[in-house]
């Protein structure tokens, strides 16, 4: 259970808010790939000039399958480095990065099927304008997310 005064631990020393800073540029970077998938979207509004059209959006069709691959598999290891980083405030982000990277070894396609599943449940969840979103599929993502950390320090990788 996480109480409100929680919530605002990263803000009691500079040090803390410091902390929480790096934590999330390390997840940003970590899902930096599919930042720029969705970014590139944007180029097609351009298609009109012909140096995009012909070069770039070619381009563009080739790179994003390995730019979502590559952003699944880096941004599968953000769940474990997230928890480390937040539970154990004295342990060094590159240290709890490390940690992360062990615990993930070998489990990359286990995690990102797992959230993959749980983004088609959400979205075909909207269908009926957040009900079930609210009953059953936000509460079956927490229960597999804390099944999932609970397997990861039952294995005592983290």
Known sequence: PVDVAQLFGFYSSFRMLWRAWRIQLRILWNSFPLLLISASSYVSLFSEIELIATVVLPVLGLVEPL???????????????AMLAL????????????????????????????????????????????VVTLLHVLPLTLLAYSEYSTELTKDNQL
């Open 87 to 130: 539970k154990e405030p004295a342990l060094p982000l590159r240290e709890a990065m490390k940690r992360a990277k062990t615990a993930t070894r070998g489990r990359a396609f286990a995690v990102c099927a797992m959230r993959i599943r749980l983004i088609w449940r959400f979205l075909l969840s909207l269908l009926s304008i957040g």
């Open 67 to 81: 730019l979502l691959f590559w952003g699944l598999y880096s941004s599968s290891r953000i769940f474990p480095f």
